[in-house]
């Protein structure tokens, strides 16, 4: 049973910057891809970012890209978003989860695409 277990999420400024990790344990990491999520208060969850087994395609939501980085450490069991600039919409649950099945590609995977997930960690960025 894999577990991901994510962390880093904290109560910031804006323009402020946060690097969120998570950390896989109990099964199989580093052939699979990964992607981050988020839920705000009151919408439905949303895709981030995802990047494939080796690290070398990455994908990002538009309302990220060029602010945030997601990278991983295969040999550290771990995943990290960078996330620079900081706004309120920001705001929100971010969740780590692995993706179903192999891919070569990453993209903007749906939550059905997904296999297992971290419980989240919470990001407040207040203006």
């Known amino acids: 049973q894999v577990q991901l277990v994510e962390s880093g999420g904290e109560a910031v400024q804006a323009g402020a910057s946060l690097r969120l990790s998570c950390l896989a344990s109990?099964?199989?990491?580093?052939?699979?891809?990964m992607a981050w999520f988020r839920q705000a208060p009151g919408k439905e969850r949303e895709f981030v970012a995802s990047i494939t087994w080796s690290g070398y395609s990455t994908y990002y939501a538009a309302s990220v890209k060029g602010r945030f980085t997601i990278s991983r450490d295969n040999a550290k069991y771990t995943m990290y978003l960078q996330m620079n600039s900081l706004n309120v919409e920001d705001t929100a649950l971010y969740y780590c989860a692995r993706r179903r099945g192999s891919t070569m590609v990453a993209g903007p995977f749906g939550e059905e695409d997904m296999d297992y997930w971290g419980l989240g960690t919470l990001v407040t960025v207040s203006s």
């Open positions: 109990g099964g199989a990491f580093s052939s699979y891809a």
